[in-house]
């Protein structure tokens, strides 16, 4: 369970960070990073029930990206 976890830590950091770029974001704090591909995961993860999109890990972690520049266009669009 802990192994799981930290995978997904990692993933998550990265999504986060593939994000980031995507977005043309100012942060490379690691931090920042694994949090915005948490919160993409779990964003992604809802539209892909929404749309009753699944299947393996590539697909997943084209949900995180997606979910990840999703909550970037959000948080800019909140902070202006």
């Known amino acids: 369970m802990l192994i799981k976890l930290l995978v997904e830590i990692v993933i998550g950091g990265l999504c986060g960070y593939a994000a980031n770029r995507i977005m043309k974001g100012k942060s ?11 919160v993409g995961g779990v964003v992604g993860g809802l539209i892909g029930n929404l749309l009753n999109v ?6 997943g972690i084209a949900l995180c990206i997606a979910g990840s520049c999703l909550v970037i266009w959000i948080w800019r669009k909140i902070r202006k």
Do not use: F, P, Q
Not at 28 to 38: F, Q
């Open 54 to 59: 699944g299947g393996g890990w590539l697909t």
């Open 28 to 38: 490379d704090d690691i931090i920042a990073n694994v949090l915005l591909g948490l």
